[in-house]
């Protein structure tokens, strides 16, 4: 079977770290790169922990990682939108463990280096080098890579076969306001994208947060016993110990937590993964007001028609997945590793 060529655009990132894990060691993808942005952490964290994930997967010399958006396209709303730099921070800020993100993974400090060339220019010299519809797009931080992408040269739009985006959120109730964290950091570039024409696979906050995993599977796949299963059990952990820290008032231990990003790897070749997805009009809300940076989903996804039988709503932009399955998820996540122990 020919391998599905993908752009892994990630801003690493726990979930990310795990979700380039997936890709690499998968033998159904071949990942033509990896690029960066800012999101989870500032970029030169971004891009440093991608590098590492890429040497623990042992991947360096295969497959290589492109430094891209060091901000968002005009929101400010992250600390390091203003002045992208890091601010001063109270001890508390600086401690690592009650990250659910830390600055640096749990990783040994690599020498790899990103390529010269940054994140936009070589997708889009990638992109126009490829037949038409080939290239499926897999961006699980900010948006803004491939908003610039689509800026800079509509061409790449036929290039592109789909786009399977973590990001959105309709009934889950996410932290930053109302709105998805890869949609809030940059709001503008998700719109951009969600108007573009592509065809988009949205995998929303509501279908990661069906997919948790907790200590006992964290703990069967550090059995699996290599470097990529222990760092994928650590994100997990470190994941695990940082929402039960931070939780309001420290109530107990958080059993479960979403895996956010390595469940759009997962469908992209396993679509049967996201068990409810309707075909919507889906937007952002880009009023700077109270919902700026929210995913505002057609009201009549359920079909209302007008007098003429035809169906009331915005044209239809994204396939939106509300849910998933946690045991075909689990199961392809172990499979990739236990695979991955097989080859060395
Ligand atoms: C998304 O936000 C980030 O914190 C995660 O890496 C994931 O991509 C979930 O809302
Ligand atoms: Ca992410």
């Not at 891009?47 to 010399?61: A, F, G, I, Y």
């Not at 600390?79 to 993100?101: F, Y």
């Not at 491939?146 to 973590?166: Q, T, W």
């Not at 550090?222 to 997990?236: E, S, Y």
Request: contains cysteine; glycine residues 6%.
């Amino acid at each position: 079977m020919e391998k599905e060529k993908i752009i892994l655009d990630v801003d690493t990132g726990s979930d990310d770290a795990v979700a380039i894990v997936c890709a690499l060691l998968s033998d159904e993808v071949d990942v033509l790169g990896i690029t960066t942005v800012t999101g989870n952490v500032e970029i030169r964290n971004t891009t440093d922990n991608t590098l590492r994930v890429v040497e623990c997967c042992d991947k360096q010399d295969e497959v290589k990682v492109y430094r891209g958006a060091e901000l968002p396209l005009a929101s400010t709303l992250v600390p390091w939108g203003i002045q992208g730099k890091t601010l001063p921070r109270t001890e508390k800020e600086s401690d690592q463990s009650l990250k659910v993100h830390p600055d640096h993974l749990p990783l040994p400090e690599t020498k790899l280096k990103e390529e010269d060339k940054r994140a936009v220019p070589w997708m889009i010299e990638t992109l126009l080098s490829m037949p038409d519809r080939s290239v499926t797009l897999v961006p699980v931080g900010p948006e803004t890579n491939l908003a610039l992408a689509i800026r800079s040269d509509e061409r790449i739009l036929k290039k592109i076969k789909r786009v399977v985006m973590m990001g959105g959120s309709h009934d889950k109730y996410a932290p930053t306001q109302g709105a998805e964290f890869n949609v809030w950091v940059d709001p503008e570039a998700c719109e951009i994208v969600l108007s573009s024409g592509l065809d988009v696979t949205m995998v929303s906050l509501d279908a990661t947060s069906t997919v948790s995993l907790g200590e006992e599977e964290a703990k069967a796949i550090r059995k699996i016993g290599t470097g990529p299963a222990i760092l994928v059990a650590d994100m997990i952990d470190q994941r695990l110990n940082a929402s039960s820290k931070t939780m309001k008032g420290n109530e107990g231990a958080v059993v479960g937590v979403a895996l956010h990003d390595p469940l759009a790897v997962c469908a992209v070749t396993h679509p049967e993964v996201l068990t409810d997805i309707i075909d919507t009009s889906c937007h952002v809300d880009l009023g700077r007001g109270f919902a700026y940076g929210e995913t505002v989903l057609g009201r009549n996804y359920e079909a209302v028609y007008d007098e003429n039988g035809e169906i009331m709503d915005l044209p239809k932009n994204v396939h939106y997945a509300r849910k998933a399955d946690k045991d075909l998820f689990y199961k392809w996540i172990c499979g990739i590793l236990l695979k991955g122990r097989e080859r060395h």
